[in-house]
Structure formats: C-alpha cells, structure tokens
C-alpha cells in the first residue's frame, strides 16, 4: 500500500519540517512524485528480463546442451534491453534469486506483485480518494477480502472477490508513468 505515500495529501501530512512542522513544500512533492517514475521502462524491461531467464532455465534449459546459461541470459538480454549488452556480462552470477533462494521458476511473482498491488489500489482512486465515506467503504472490502481470506484461498480468488475481476496489468502500467 506504498502507493497512498504518493498521493499529495497523504505526502503533504506525513512530510513535515522537523523543526517548524511545516508541510513539504508543494515542488518538492511534485519532485518527489516524478522521481517515483523516473527510468521505469528501463526497470521494467530489467526486471523481465530476470523473469524471463529464470523461466526458461527452470522450464527449458539442457545441461550440457546447445546453449549455456550465459548464452539464453545473452538472447533473453536482446529482447529486453534498449542498449545492447556488454559481452563480459555476467551479472547471472549474482542473480542469488533464481540460483540460491526457492524461486525456480517464480521471478515473475515480483512483477505479478506490482500489478496486483496498483489495481488494488486503483480501486481507492475510482471510489474517490477525496471522499472518506467511499474510502472507508473501500478499505472494508479490502480487509474483509484480501487481508481476511489471504493464505485461506487462491490469491486469484480473492483478488476477483476485492476487485470483481481478474487483475489488469494496465494500472501498474499507468502508476508507472508508462501508458497515457
């Protein structure tokens, strides 16, 4: 719910001086709200083309095979970066994510996160952010569904339950600065 910190009101009431508890100063909250945007294609296609290594390495990669490890990171890098990447790239070797933790083939839950957590909150936006009684009503059905029912059914139902629907990726498109 890191999305409410971005919203002007909530940002102009938890920025305060220090010493004069004056609110941040409106530029420095429009600042704040561009920077949050700032490069997000370039980490959107960096963070796919983890994901996309990760599952094709868990699903279709041959030990031993045609192609290495290094060489599928090289191809899926192709695809996925703007500028191409340097030759003595490595940076799979630090990857721990894919190689050292209990991902196998769940990199992408990163980015799945990102589209459940902005259509959740895009619900708030359409109910109003500047009419309580619709915000309280709307942060009742998110207790009542997500909070509530978390582990207790697929994450997909209760998103459907929240939202009365499937997730759409188009808000965490938007609340990245990348659609219109």
Known sequence: ???WCYQRDTLRSIAKHYETGESLPEEVCLKLRSARTFRAGSELLRQLRFASVDMELHTKYVPGGSESVFDIDH???QKT???PLLPEDRFLCSLSHIFADDYAAGY???QWAEVLAFD??????EAGLDNDKAIKEMGLKFR???LALGGGKSPLEVFIEFRGREPLPEAMLWYNGLLP
């Open 75 to 77: 191809r899926v890098g």
């Open 108 to 110: 992408y839950s990163y």
């Open 81 to 83: 970066h703007l500028i």
């Open 120 to 125: 959740a909150f895009s619900a708030f936006e």
């Open 144 to 146: 009542e569904t997500i």
């Open 1 to 3: 719910m890191e999305n």
